[in-house]
């Protein structure tokens, strides 16, 4: 009879370790990745004023991966009339040119494999663009746009908790829509200059 209490209560706790671990996992336990910082409300004030009457080409980057992401967060923002690859526009109003690639961190989160999640792995990353506008008509000009945000990415089930909070996600941040938001109101905060290079002067 101990025997089959003793038994008992081992399978009662180890369904309810996979539940909790179901659970965890299933709200975000395995990662935890920065979000964008709020928008303040002067920013979005200029974005909701900003539109650009121009449409866009996209240069190829050496790693195309770049400046095909970039194509479709930036026709995401809405703030142009178009925008393309390079190659598929004859007159572009703006050419776009990614001016630096940004990627995440490599690490290999050795300890928390070998715990399975208990010890958490974190690491400092980038995420965002850093590109540069210019006419056709005037190359000699440009318009630097820096979209990069920096914060921690946690591996681990220590994500969990930390996916409780607003400036968290459990999935890629760059999907996000607090992430193409950034994207246009980086843009939308160079404005001025953008709509110089669309001046025939």
């Known amino acids: 009879m101990?025997?089959?209490?003793?038994?008992?209560?081992?399978?009662?706790?180890?369904?309810?370790?996979?539940?909790?671990?179901v659970a965890v996992a299933s709200f975000g336990g395995c990662g935890s990745f920065s979000l964008p910082p709020p928008p303040t409300q002067e920013q979005l004030a200029v974005l909701k004023n900003t539109r650009f009457d121009a449409t866009v080409g996209v240069e190829d980057y050496t790693y195309p991966v770049y400046s095909e992401r970039l194509l479709v967060d930036l026709r995401s923002t809405g703030l142009f009339k178009s925008v393309e690859p390079l190659g598929?526009?004859?007159?572009?109003?703006?050419?776009?040119?990614?001016?630096?690639?940004?990627h995440g961190t490599a690490v290999i989160p050795f300890w928390t494999v070998i715990t399975l999640g208990v010890v958490p792995t974190t690491v400092e990353e980038e995420h965002g663009y850093v590109f540069s506008i210019?006419?056709?008509?005037?190359?000699?000009?440009?318009?630097?746009?820096?979209?990069?945000?920096?914060?921690?990415?946690?591996?681990?089930?220590a994500a969990f908790?930390?996916?409780?909070?607003?400036n968290r996600t459990s999935t890629n941040p760059e999907q996000s829509p607090q992430f193409r938001e950034r994207l246009a109101i980086s843009v939308s905060s160079r404005a001025p200059e953008i709509s110089q290079l669309l001046s025939p002067n």
């Open 161 to 166: 908790f930390l996916n409780f909070s607003s």
């Open 134 to 157: 210019r006419s056709p008509a005037h190359p000699e000009s440009s318009v630097l746009v820096d979209s990069v945000f920096r914060g921690p990415s946690t591996l681990g089930w």
């Open 88 to 102: 598929k526009l004859r007159n572009p109003d703006l050419v776009v040119r990614v001016e630096k690639p940004i």
């Open 2 to 21: 101990r025997v089959l209490f003793g038994w008992r209560k081992k399978a009662f706790v180890g369904v309810t370790i996979a539940a909790v671990l």
